[in-house]
């Protein structure tokens, strides 16, 4: 497996050098241009979890991060990697762990290629993913479902074919709600799926804000078992996403950081820098456990911190993208952190 990653890896960096010669405005655009996905596809980089027999590469989720890494390092472009990589991921999560026979099937050697992506649907206007916020629902009617309610912050929206939309189908205990997860092509009656207007960063990835009016979709459309599926799909979500996304984010502050250390004032002491980054690399590699996933986030947390203190302005403009975009993914991601923080204290404090 060593060979088949050591040339995945190659194939991401020598993408990520032809992209950034060929599309020198990548860091301002909308979405990854066709072209350029297609060269992913045809290099096997959007079918990296998908099972072999499928047409995909079957690789583990560290594998994908070691790729993610060398991809982000070399393209210093965040939202390419964002988009490319929740490609991968939602194959995996969504397809790959919660979808029966027949939607694998018909999935996932379009997903292989890239000629489908599936978007994750579940945080909603002024309510984020909160399960006690939330409040689109799915109403049982014979065979089929139908879907109501608002969708917001949809990570690869504006490109999916497939939405995963998690609603609440009120199956649970007395006054406790209980969620279903339910796929829905793009163009269902009653989807609407509009660009988010409130990310504007991580170009050129999208988001998407979802309207659903009297969506109907058959009963093999449920994906995983019934009953509340929040706790299984939606609650462990983030601790796989953090996971291979420590890598990318790693590839990221290499990239940045090499472009600090290029400036003739050095810009910050990237020396240093450098050096933790290395330190995050062997955690990555050898920590799988909570408390080493913390220790890295901090560590990037206060390598923003040092950026953000340095002059930035003598940075070409794409770098420039880069580090307001690892600024404010450090800002995003530290509510998980204090969340993870506050956990394992009750942890340790129960164990006492």
Same mark, same amino acid.
């Given at each position: 497996?060593?060979?088949?990653?050591?040339?995945?890896?190659?194939?991401?960096?020598?993408?990520?050098?032809?992209?950034?010669?060929?599309?020198?405005?990548? *860091?301002?655009?909308?979405?990854?241009?066709?072209?350029?996905?297609?060269?992913?596809?045809?290099?096997?980089? &959007?079918?990296?979890?998908?099972?072999?027999?499928?047409?995909?590469?079957?690789?583990?989720?560290?594998?994908?991060?070691?790729?993610?890494?060398?991809?982000?390092?070399?393209?210093?472009?965040?939202?390419?990697?964002?988009?490319?990589?929740?490609?991968?991921?939602?194959?995996?999560?969504?397809?790959?762990? %919660?979808?029966?026979?027949?939607?694998?099937?018909?999935?996932?050697?379009?997903?292989?290629?890239?000629?489908?992506?599936?978007?994750?649907?579940?945080?909603?206007?002024?309510?984020?993913?909160?399960?006690?916020? &939330?409040?689109?629902?799915?109403?049982?009617?014979?065979?089929?479902?139908?879907?109501?309610?608002?969708?917001?912050?949809?990570?690869?929206?504006?490109?999916?074919?497939?939405?995963?939309?998690?609603?609440?189908?009120?199956?649970?205990? $007395?006054?406790?709600?209980?969620?279903?997860?339910?796929?829905? $092509?793009?163009?269902?009656?009653?989807?609407?799926?509009?660009?988010?207007?409130?990310?504007?960063?991580?170009?050129?990835?999208? *988001?998407?804000?979802?309207?659903?009016?009297?969506?109907?979709?058959?009963?093999?459309?449920?994906?995983?078992?019934?009953?509340?599926?929040?706790?299984?799909?939606?609650?462990?979500?983030?601790?796989?996403?953090?996971?291979?996304?420590?890598?990318?984010?790693?590839?990221?502050?290499? *990239?940045?950081?090499?472009?600090?250390?290029?400036?003739?004032?050095?810009?910050? *002491?990237?020396?240093?820098?450098?050096?933790?980054?290395?330190?995050?690399?062997?955690?990555?590699?050898?920590?799988?456990?909570?408390?080493?996933?913390?220790?890295?986030?901090?560590?990037?947390?206060?390598?923003?911190?040092?950026?953000?203190?340095?002059?930035?302005?003598?940075?070409?403009?794409?770098?420039?993208?880069?580090?307001?975009?690892?600024?404010?993914?450090?800002?995003?991601?530290?509510?998980?952190?204090?969340?993870? %923080?506050?956990?394992?204290?009750?942890?340790?404090?129960?164990?006492?």
């Amino acid at each position: 497996m060593t060979d088949t990653v050591d040339a995945f890896i190659a194939a991401a960096e020598a993408l990520a050098r032809s992209a950034n010669a060929d599309y020198p405005g990548l *860091h301002e655009a909308e979405s990854v241009p066709e072209e350029l996905w297609a060269k992913l596809s045809g290099a096997g980089l &959007l079918g990296l979890r998908v099972p072999s027999e499928y047409g995909g590469a079957a690789l583990d989720l560290e594998d994908v991060g070691r790729i993610a890494r060398a991809f982000a390092k070399a393209s210093g472009n965040q939202g390419l990697v964002t988009t490319w990589l929740g490609h991968n991921l939602m194959a995996d999560w969504v397809i790959g762990h %919660f979808g029966n026979a027949d939607q694998q099937a018909a999935l996932f050697p379009k997903l292989a290629t890239g000629a489908a992506t599936i978007a994750f649907a579940v945080s909603e206007p002024e309510a984020g993913a909160h399960p006690k916020k &939330l409040s689109a629902t799915a109403r049982e009617d014979g065979d089929q479902w139908q879907l109501n309610g608002a969708k917001a912050y949809v990570t690869n929206g504006p490109i999916a074919t497939h939405l995963a939309i998690v609603a609440i189908t009120n199956a649970g205990a $007395p006054g406790r709600k209980a969620f279903g997860a339910f796929l829905a $092509p793009k163009d269902a009656p009653g989807l609407k799926i509009r660009p988010s207007e409130h990310v504007d960063f991580l170009k050129p990835n999208g *988001h998407a804000s979802l309207d659903l009016e009297d969506v109907i979709v058959p009963a093999s459309a449920r994906l995983g078992a019934e009953g509340d599926i929040y706790p299984l799909m939606v609650k462990p979500l983030r601790d796989h996403e953090d996971r291979v996304g420590a890598w990318s984010r790693l590839g990221a502050f290499e *990239h940045l950081i090499s472009k600090l250390a290029a400036l003739p004032d050095g810009a910050l *002491h990237a020396g240093g820098v450098a050096a933790r980054l290395l330190a995050v690399a062997t955690m990555l590699e050898h920590d799988k456990t909570d408390k080493g996933l913390l220790a890295v986030r901090a560590i990037f947390e206060d390598i923003r911190a040092q950026v953000a203190l340095a002059d930035l302005t003598a940075l070409d403009p794409a770098t420039q993208a880069l580090a307001r975009d690892l600024d404010k993914l450090g800002g995003v991601a530290r509510y998980a952190v204090e969340a993870k %923080f506050q956990a394992l204290g009750r942890s340790i404090a129960n164990c006492a």
